[in-house]
């Protein structure tokens, strides 16, 4: 398929007069061609075919939107190699890769076809009317969950095909009922573009109602701001940084009815090195954690990115064998210049901060906007009196905290921000003292990890991709797994309400019944 640049407004292309260009972060080379700027008249136009397209879409059965998404994933493998090598052009990540993050792609698609088509995600639950109840008769009540309405979803930068056009966001906003209006990555537009193309072929093909896919291109903060503020709306899904998460929130807590805003936006994912663990395997641990490290040039919101330890001999083997690990590491391209300078002032200031030296740091120089591998250390102490040190600096850059005692360890993790991961190395002898920390750990993050490395995570029905404020900004939440398809749904009571009215799966003379709870019991479908 050819790249052309232009908008999709529903099942029309469109192009506008203001624009911009796509640049391969390895070369510093613009790319052809020039795109076009989504500006307010087109976000309303999208934001209108959305909200037209929303009732069809919620009601619309789960076995139509299941096929939808299937095709979806069909259709992004039938682009080739051509979607992988514009990929590659404006991330610069290595094309191995991004053929693993298409799978990734079109497997939870795929999943959350499977989930529509099992129905536990409606959730129905069914009280009958007792009419005879004394002292006061109980009226007829069915529940089911449903479609909230269109939701925004923001391409992210790290993740050019799982976390943007059809990413996690918008296979669970889809598989909801939801109309999505995607604002595309401006780093990565043509690869936005091929995807679009493939979503809306599908929809076409499924015969889906005008609107219920939208994408908008556009490098300005203005085209974000007016999409989270245009009153259609009524969720977002965004993955990104900090700032720009809480720059959703604002807005969206701003509007005269403000809606859910699901960004995950900062985690340092520390890592606990426990005494016997790392006694028995310091060497092997610095080596595997330096692996994890810089795993896609550090460009994980799960990168390990904190370590934690009782001060001692141990320690400092650890510190020894990953720092040598870091000095071999090759310098790798990041997915922008904007990234990469972002980059090189966080190294820059951590290391200026008072108690914190230098371990070791990867060789250069590097190509056009590679990023250098950096380990830092310093104590808790420090770390407890500034807090900038345990902020995230996006890359390959870590800082070794050591610790005096179980004390002081725990009097760091309790002033840590809400994670999106934290990670324990422990051998058998560590688990009395890992059962001390734990009630800690479940409350400052959304996924524990026990002898691993946090950087991957599983598309499945039981991860949790979140965590506390400010990991995410709803810690409630997931936006990996089919449990990420609860954000985009809400409750609604049908109390004593004709048959004929009644959602089919509620209805009395139903013959097909998925999951659900009858007079509070569970039943199977």
């Not at 259709?75 to 990929?87: H, N, Q, S, T, V």
């Not at 969206?252 to 790392?278: C, D, T």
């Not at 997915?335 to 200031?349: F, K, M, N």
């Amino acid at each position: 398929m050819t790249v052309t640049g232009e908008l999709f407004l529903g099942s029309s292309r469109l192009a506008t007069a203001d624009s911009f260009l796509a640049t391969n972060p390895a070369t510093g080379a613009t790319l052809q061609p020039t795109f076009s700027s989504a500006g307010s008249a087109e976000v309303e136009r999208a934001c209108v075919l959305a909200a037209g397209a929303a009732d069809a879409f919620r009601n619309s059965g789960s076995e139509q939107r299941a096929q939808f998404l299937e095709a979806i994933g069909a259709r992004i493998l039938a682009l080739g190699d051509a979607l992988l090598e514009r990929a590659q052009a404006e991330s610069g990540l290595p094309l191995a890769r991004l053929s693993g993050e298409r799978a990734r792609t079109v497997g939870q698609l795929r999943l959350f076809a499977d989930e529509l088509r099992k129905g536990e995600w409606s959730r129905l639950r069914i009280d009958p009317a007792l009419p005879d109840r004394k002292p006061a008769a109980r009226a007829d009540l069915r529940l089911r969950k449903m479609a909230i309405g269109p939701v925004a979803v923001f391409g992210a930068s790290n993740f050019p095909l799982a976390f943007s056009v059809a990413g996690g966001d918008t296979a669970a906003a889809l598989a909801a009922g939801c109309p999505v209006i995607v604002k595309g990555h401006s780093s990565h537009p043509g690869t936005s573009e091929l995807v679009a193309q493939a979503i809306a072929g599908a929809a076409s093909q499924c015969g889906m109602p005008e609107g219920v896919f939208s994408l908008l291109n556009g490098n300005a903060h203005a085209l974000g701001a007016a999409l989270v503020s245009n009153p259609h709306i009524r969720a977002v899904g965004f993955t990104g940084s900090r700032a720009g998460g809480l720059a959703l929130l604002k807005l969206a807590n701003a509007r005269p009815e403000p809606i859910p805003v699901y960004a995950e936006m900062s985690s340092v994912n520390p890592v606990l090195l426990l005494p016997h663990a790392l006694a028995a395997r310091a060497e092997q641990l610095g080596r595997e954690f330096v692996g994890s490290l810089t795993l896609g040039a550090g460009q994980f919101c799960t990168n390990p990115g904190l370590l934690l330890s009782i001060a001692g001999a141990a320690l400092e083997r650890f510190i020894a064998a990953a720092g040598a690990a870091v000095e071999q590491a090759p310098p790798a391209v990041m997915l922008s210049s904007a990234i990469h300078r972002a980059y090189e002032q966080g190294v820059a200031t951590l290391g200026q901060q008072p108690k914190v030296s230098v371990v070791a740091q990867a060789a250069g120089p590097g190509g056009t906007n590679c990023g250098r591998a950096a380990l830092f250390r310093s104590d808790a102490a420090t770390l407890l009196g500034n807090g900038a040190i345990g902020r995230e600096v996006f890359g390959a850059a870590a800082i070794v905290v050591a610790c005096a005692d179980e004390a002081q360890l725990l009097r760091v993790l309790e002033g840590l921000e809400g994670q999106l991961t934290v990670t324990l190395h422990l051998d058998p002898s560590d688990e009395a003292l890992a059962a001390r920390l734990l009630p800690t750990l479940e409350r400052k993050a959304g996924r524990l990890i026990a002898n691993a490395w946090p950087t991957g995570v599983e598309v499945t029905h039981a991860m949790v991709h979140g965590g506390p404020f400010p990991a995410t900004a709803d810690g409630r939440s997931t936006s990996v797994g089919t449990l990420a398809i609860e954000r985009f749904l809400r409750p609604v009571c049908y109390q004593d309400f004709p048959d004929g009215l009644l959602p089919a799966a509620l209805r009395r003379a139903a013959t097909q019944v998925g999951p659900h709870r009858l007079d509070g019991v569970v039943h199977p479908a």
